[in-house]
């Protein structure tokens, strides 16, 4: 049974920073996508980044050159490290892990957020 367990999440001011973790456990790929979602009170899930078997990484534009996506291949950890956050980065922050044919598919899973296993989230909150 594929789990994931996000943490890291809280309060800070706009310009602060945190990383959030995504421990996962149970799944047997021999390829997968990992992605980081946010969901924002009355606005749709939006995808903020993805990182494939080979390292590869997408990022929306608005994160980019902000936030950095990383994995812990021996731990089974996926991470988000979160600089220069700003009000419109508070949002529940979700992980999630795809088995894929191959990494060069995992683009394209992150874009339609088509991941079959997901986290509970982690609340973030960025004040003015």
């Known amino acids: 049974q594929v789990q994931l367990v996000e943490s890291g999440g809280g309060s800070v001011q706009a310009g602060g920073s945190l990383r959030l973790s995504c421990a996962a456990s149970?799944?047997?790929?021999?390829?997968?996508?990992m992605g980081w979602f946010r969901q924002a009170p009355g606005k749709e899930r939006e995808g903020v980044a993805s990182?494939?078997?080979?390292?590869?990484?997408n990022y929306a534009p608005s994160v980019e050159g902000r936030f950095t996506i990383s994995k812990d291949n021996a731990k089974n950890i996926l991470y988000l490290q979160m600089n220069s956050l700003e009000p419109d980065d508070t949002a529940m922050y979700y992980c999630a892990i795809q088995g894929v044919p191959a990494s060069k598919y995992c683009a394209r899973l992150w874009d339609r957020g088509e991941f079959e296993h997901w986290g509970r989230g982690t609340q973030v909150t960025v004040s003015t």
């Open positions: 149970g799944y047997h790929y021999a390829a997968e996508c």
């Open positions: 990182i494939d078997s080979d390292g590869r990484t």
